[in-house]
């Protein structure tokens, strides 16, 4: 059973950059697509990006277009979220999802595996 943690969360500017990271426990997940999605309290989760296993294909949420990457280092067993112009709206908590069955879009019901998430403020 593969376990995420998530890292790298924080408090920056408007405009800032931050990266998360995401590392699995319990197996490698080179085998599984990897998504980040995110939460503010009071609202649904929100898909942010999503990556295959093999790293070639991803799918982005059009409020982080050209802002975000999303990147995965199988060898270090790493996904991470590059976040650049961030903006006070981006504030939420960011969970890493897995899934063994290559889906990388934005349902979250066909991710098996969670984080437990990593608080990310953008404020003035």
């Known amino acids: 059973q593969v376990q995420l943690a998530e890292s790298g969360g924080g408090m920056v500017q408007p405009g800032d950059s931050l990266t998360l990271s995401c590392k699995p426990s319990?197996?490698?997940?080179?085998?599984?697509?990897v998504a980040w999605f995110r939460q503010v309290p009071g609202r649904e989760r929100e898909f942010v990006a999503g990556l295959s296993v093999d790293g070639g294909n991803h799918y982005l949420a059009n409020s982080v277009v050209g802002r975000f990457t999303i990147s995965r280092d199988n060898a270090k067993a790493t996904v991470y979220l590059q976040m650049n112009n961030l903006k006070p709206e981006d504030t939420a908590v960011y969970y890493c999802a897995a899934n063994p069955s290559n889906y990388y879009r934005a349902y979250d019901g066909r991710y098996n595996t969670w984080g437990q998430g990593t608080q990310v403020t953008v404020s003035s």
């Open positions: 319990g197996r490698p997940f080179s085998d599984y697509a």
